[in-house]
C-alpha cells in the first residue's frame, strides 16, 4: 500500500510526440514491467493526421538508457504476434528503477509513406522486480552419530491395487464357502 503513494502514477500506454510523428508505447503487464524477466514492448507510429507508420516502412534504432548507471543497451526490434506492424522487441530490465526508452526513426527507401526523421523518448519506471526462482530445499547432512527415524512411506499406488484385489478374493472366498456350507447343509438334511 505504501508503494502505491510513493510511486508515480503510471500511464497506460504512454504517449510522446516528436514534431508531426506521434509513439504510443506499451509495456507487458499492464504497463507496469518488472524487472528481471522479459518484457514484450511496442511502439505504435502514427504521422500527422492519425496515418500509422508500419514497423516495414520504418529505419528504427531503440536504445535503452539505464537513468542510474547512465549506460546505453542497443534493443533489437523483433515483431510480436500481439502488436503487428508496430516497432516491437522484448526488453529484460535488469533492476528495478528508472530508464528511458529512446527510438530514433526515418523512412526506409521503400516506404510506402513519407515522413521526416524522429526521435521519441519514453520514460519508464520499473517499481516490481521478479519473484526469485523457487530453488529446492537443501536436504540436511545428518552427522554419522545421529540416529534418524524413517519418515513414513506414503502408500504405492500397486500396494493400493494389491489390497483392493485382496479384498475382493476373500470376499468370493467368504462367499464360496458360505454357499457351499449352505448346499452341504441341505444334503444332509434331505
Not at 65 to 90: H, M, R
Request: charged residues 15%; contains cysteine.
Amino acid at each position: 500500500m505504501l508503494d502505491l503513494l510513493l510511486l508515480p502514477p503510471l500511464l497506460a500506454h504512454q504517449l510522446q510526440i516528436d514534431q508531426v510523428i506521434a509513439g504510443t508505447l506499451h509495456l507487458e503487464p499492464n504497463d507496469q514491467p518488472q524487472a528481471g524477466i522479459p518484457t514484450p514492448t511496442w511502439i505504435a507510429l502514427r504521422r500527422a493526421g492519425g496515418e500509422p507508420i508500419v514497423a516495414a516502412d520504418c529505419d528504427c534504432r531503440l536504445q535503452l538508457l539505464n537513468v542510474q548507471a547512465q549506460t546505453t543497451t542497443d534493443l533489437v526490434i523483433q515483431p510480436l504476434e500481439s502488436a503487428p506492424g508496430a516497432v516491437a522487441t522484448k526488453i529484460v530490465f535488469p533492476a528495478v528503477g528508472r530508464y528511458e526508452l529512446i527510438l530514433k526513426g526515418q523512412p526506409q527507401a521503400t516506404a510506402q509513406i513519407a515522413f521526416d526523421p524522429f526521435q521519441i523518448r519514453f520514460p519508464v519506471t520499473v517499481a516490481i522486480a521478479a519473484p526469485p526462482a523457487a530453488e529446492p530445499p537443501a536436504e540436511p547432512v545428518a552427522s554419522p552419530d545421529e540416529t534418524e527415524t524413517p519418515e513414513p512411506r506414503p502408500p504405492r499406488p500397486w500396494l493400493r491395487v494389491w489390497i483392493s484385489v485382496g479384498l475382493g478374493v476373500g470376499l468370493l472366498v467368504a462367499l464360496a464357502a458360505g454357499v457351499w456350507l449352505i448346499l452341504k447343509r441341505d444334503r444332509e438334511a434331505s
